[in-house]
């Protein structure tokens, strides 16, 4: 026993003594979140601020960064951001959905903690971690930055509607070689549709059981153009030099293409992958995706537009902002806005086409081991499919969308607190959800909390199919999946032979053309309650969404952080004792 002791104490001197010399520099925010007049297309609603401005504050990090956001709740409702497509690493009590945390109440703050996307999984030889007052100590090798584009949202009710949303940024260590020579500077682009309703007046639509229909129009930044409308300059670049746009389709349901007069975009990154540097006269992005692009200010001196449109819709949306030369007089006589891609159905051949034009650039990832452990990802036995085919449904009614005849539901205690606490079998069911859907299940949905046992470091397939008439977008917390095809019809065994099971990107967020399916895989290796949900809010809002629980055997904090003591406890699990921490071996 004594002995064991002194090994303890030995190996905590060390560990603090590598803390001292290693721990990775935190950056503080202090976010206060009110209401406030926005404008996205030139008609004031009731918007979501953070500390005062619309979009939100970028948060710009480097991987690694310890993170501390504390979140003032000046609204009158409850609220919750999530960190969409961070990768949350053994940390899903940050997650910030409705089924990991209990809502922050109006008046109050709380702050969200956590490292920006360290894959130390396992962690370093000798590395040293302290964790909500536990030092942890590591011993395998394998490590793994995240780096890339991201934004964060409000997952409560449906504020998304109303703002309160902004970029992620998450840079290269020093030492991590770049696929790319340092840009001149970098613009954060958030673009999307918007209801000029207001976010309160559209949950109320939805929760009496109505669609929220069609947009009203897409903003770039929160700002509406007109070409030749006069709007000042949104970006300024300097003849000669190279930028990073990194652009996220932060709207509620509508997929968008983005190009720039007069300029090629080179694409570069794609929600955390380096990818092949094709160059593209423009590109489609999905709700919920971001992508970076370099551009070079290689015309002559003048106002160019970046284009945003809607796509496959029948009436198209479309805004411009300026990008002004330096020393430009802001003439706007830069030749012809360059056209959309094609519409209708051949405009899906043509989105599908730019869709398996991404790669991953493996020798840029080379340095860092993909999170699920492998680069031979095609190589990995399939322990589990999933197809997850999309509807929606009318229930008692009312409106509701829903996967595989489930439509999820939320209730008043977090999913992942009542499973912590042992309680979870008062809450919901493991699997009412089956992994395909079974005859009815298109035409009639249960309502109930829609959780999926998964298996700890299980390597599953998830196909979406689409029977839809209309495009979707589906996104995973806590993994990057590879997204390994996108083809149009209906999915079978066989069409695994056309998977790109060599260079397909690592990303989080996969479109669904109409009466088509996507393909992804990834290992269940993040142990934690992670949502695989709609990137369009109306349909995740109304049900179509579940969760993985990936419990980790071993109840170790190699796998899974213990929940913080500050952690707010609400419905049954309110004045619970805490249960037995996950111990460190
Ligand atoms: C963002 O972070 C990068 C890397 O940490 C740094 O080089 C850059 O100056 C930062 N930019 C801003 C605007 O803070
Ligand atoms: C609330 O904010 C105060 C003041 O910044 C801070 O000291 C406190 O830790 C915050 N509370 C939580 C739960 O984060
Ligand atoms: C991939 O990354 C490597 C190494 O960073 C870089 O030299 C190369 O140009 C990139 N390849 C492509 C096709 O983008
Ligand atoms: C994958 O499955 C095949 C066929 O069942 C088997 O022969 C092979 O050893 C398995 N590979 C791995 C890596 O488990
Ligand atoms: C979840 O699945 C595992 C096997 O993968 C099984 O041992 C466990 O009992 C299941 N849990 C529930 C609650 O169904």
Known sequence: MESKNKIFTVLLQLCLFAVVIAE????????????????????????????????????????????????????????????????????????????????????????????????????????????????IFGWVSQVKDQIGSFFYFPTTGLQRAGGGMGMMQVHSRDLIPVPFD??????????????????????????????????????????????????????????GKTYRYRVCNVGMRLSVNFRIQGHDLKLVEMEGSHTVQNVYDSLDLH??????????????????????????????????????????????????????????????????????????????????????????????????????????????????????????????TPLKLAEYFGVGDKVFKYDVMKDEPTGQ????????????NATFRNFVEIVFENHERTIQTWHLDGYAFFAVAVEPGRWSPEKRKNYNLEDAVSRHTIQVYPNSWAAVMTTLDNAGLWNLRSEMRERAYLGQQFYFSVLSPARSLRDEYNILPDQPLCGIVKGLPLPMPYSGA
């Not at 940390?91 to 969200?112: E, H, M, R, V």
Request: hydrophobic share 35%; charged share 20%.
């Open 182 to 239: 340092r840009p001149a500077d970098e613009f954060a682009v958030l673009v999307g549709d918007w209801y000029n309703k207001g976010h309160k007046t559209l949950k109320s639509i939805l929760d009496s059981g109505r669609s929220i229909g069609f947009p009203d129009g897409v903003h770039i930044n929160g700002k509406f153009g007109k070409v030749g409308g006069g709007s000042p300059p949104m970006f300024t670049v300097e003849k």
């Open 24 to 135: 990775d520099p935190y950056l503080f925010y202090d976010w206060k979140v009110t209401y406030g007049d926005v404008s996205p297309l030139g008609v004031a609603t009731k918007g979501i601020l953070i500390n005062g401005e619309f979009p939100g504050p970028k948060i710009n990090c480097t991987s690694n960064n310890n993170i501390y956001v504390n979140v003032f709740n000046e609204l009158d409702e409850p609220l919750l951001f999530t960190w969409n497509g961070i990768q949350q690493r053994k940390n899903s009590w940050q997650d910030g959905l409705p089924a990991t945390n209990c809502p922050i109440p109006p008046g109050k703050n709380w702050t969200y903690k956590f490292q920006v996307c360290a894959f130390h999984d396992p962690w370093r030889v000798g590395e040293c971690k302290i964790h909500g007052g536990w030092v």
């Open 441 to 452: 299940d298109e035409q009639k949905a249960s309502l109930a909390p829609n959780v999926v």
């Open 287 to 412: 709700v919920g995706q971001c992508m970076s692009v370099l551009i070079t200010a290689d015309q002559a001196p003048a106002d160019y537009h970046f284009v945003v449109s809607s796509r496959f819709t029948k009436k198209a949306l479309s805004t411009v902002a300026v990008i002004r030369y330096s020393g430009s007089k802001g003439s706007s006589d830069s030749g012809a806005i360059p056209p959309p891609p094609p519409e209708n159905s051949r405009g899906i051949a043509w989105s599908i086409n730019q869709f398996r034009s991404f790669r991953w650039n493996l020798t840029a990832s080379a340095a860092r081991p993909n999170p699920q452990g492998s680069y031979h990802y095609g190589k990995i036995n399939i322990t589990r499919t999933i197809k997850v085919v999309n509807a929606r449904y009318q229930v008692n009614g009312k409106l509701r969308f829903g996967i595989n005849g489930v439509s999820h539901v939320d209730g008043e």
